[in-house]
């Protein structure tokens, strides 16, 4: 199954298994931040300062995984498309198939930050992480395991660079080895992006 068609198969089921708070079509969302939900440790969901920043309106996804690094994380083809990673407009993405039983996606989205998985709620887990020197947040499927794991680049204001993992087949279920090689593929994507500018 070619990789934007399992996506849009994930964010069905995730919206099947998982209804968002928001009311929106399946999308990964989080509710809207309530005072009430504060979990105490602000620290935990708070962005580092970011280094610099790499605006993403003219960046090509799907040159953001060089031959090179798609050596290393067992890519065999790419094609570009438009994907809705992020509620509002969907954000010109590049799809990378592994060789066997997975894939990658890579967005660049313009109209909103990282930020924007920090509100709470909702139907995914998000976690503050740095990818390199920049913030970033890891966001999955909240309630499951082994469906994928993205991690969104904090790369300048109301933009984000978009990496995900999703195992194409039943094989893989450890979030951490997920959420690792999307940490991995995310920290080519930006080392690229750097190089770009």
Same mark, same amino acid.
């Given at each position: 199954m070619h990789l934007s068609k399992l996506a849009a198969v994930v964010v069905f089921a995730v919206a099947v298994s998982a209804c968002t708070a928001s009311g929106e079509k399946g999308n990964p969302t989080p509710a809207p931040q309530s005072p009430a939900r504060s979990s105490g440790n602000d620290s935990a969901s708070k962005l580092p300062t970011r280094p610099q920043a790499f605006k993403l309106d003219a960046v090509d996804s799907c040159k953001l995984l060089t031959a090179e690094q798609q050596k290393q994380i067992k890519i065999v083809g790419a094609e570009a498309v438009k994907l809705d990673l992020v509620? &509002?407009?969907?954000?010109?993405?590049?799809?990378?198939?592994?060789?066997? *039983?997975? %894939?990658?996606?890579? &967005?660049?989205?313009?109209?909103?930050?990282?930020?924007?998985?920090?509100? *709470?709620? %909702?139907?995914?887990?998000?976690?503050?992480?740095?990818v390199d020197d920049f913030g970033a947040v890891e966001v999955k499927l909240k309630g499951g395991t082994g469906f994928d794991c993205s991690v969104a680049i904090d790369v300048a204001d109301g933009q984000q660079l978009m990496v995900s993992y999703i195992p194409t087949t039943t094989k893989e279920k450890d979030q951490s080895v997920l959420c690792g090689k999307a940490e991995k593929a995310a920290a080519f994507a930006l080392a690229t992006l750097k190089t770009l500018k």
């Open positions: 509620e &509002g407009q969907e954000s010109p993405s590049c799809d990378f198939d592994g060789d066997s *039983g997975f %894939g990658y996606q890579v &967005g660049t989205v313009t109209h909103k930050g990282v930020d924007y998985w920090l509100q *709470g709620g %909702g139907n995914v887990d998000a976690k503050v992480i740095k």
